[in-house]
């Protein structure tokens, strides 16, 4: 008779063990749940935060380049209308090309000269070949100060 209450209480014991191992795998399961749960919620939270931050930024670079672009534009408006003011251009560019080209056994070098918004062609070139010797001297002359300067020098 012992061995019959001492078994019913052992079983009791691993019915009541079963039951336990039950309820903590529940709760363990509950827990891992919740904690994916509100992993996933502080991921995806901290993903859209990040991307409001680089928009932030995007929308920031954006501003200031068009700040900048603005800048630019006015300051070559101020350009025009100051070297129209001078008297010294032309109300359209004039875009014909003199090409010129020089060559000799050793060398070919060629140039190309546009007059654009100027009165009159500034720029001056030079280009010296020597026949057989390698030596050669090739030079452009930019008439900032007109082209009085580039032909001098």
Known sequence: GNKGAAKAGQQMSNNEFD????????????????NAVSSK????????????????????????????????QQFMEMLRRQQFAQGDHLDTPTTKKETDLYEDDNHMVAS?????WRKGMEDAHIAKLKGDDDEA???????????????FA
């Open 137 to 151: 001297i090739y030079a452009v002359f930019d008439g900032h100060s007109g082209a009085e300067v580039a032909k």
């Open 112 to 116: 190309v000269g546009m007059q654009g």
């Open 41 to 72: 919620k502080d991921h995806k939270k901290e993903r859209k935060e990040k991307l409001a931050a680089i928009k932030r930024e995007n929308q920031a670079a954006e501003e200031q380049h068009a700040k900048n672009k603005q800048q630019i």
């Open 19 to 34: 039951e336990l191992l039950n309820q903590l795998n529940k709760a363990t399961s509950d827990k891992v749940a919740t």
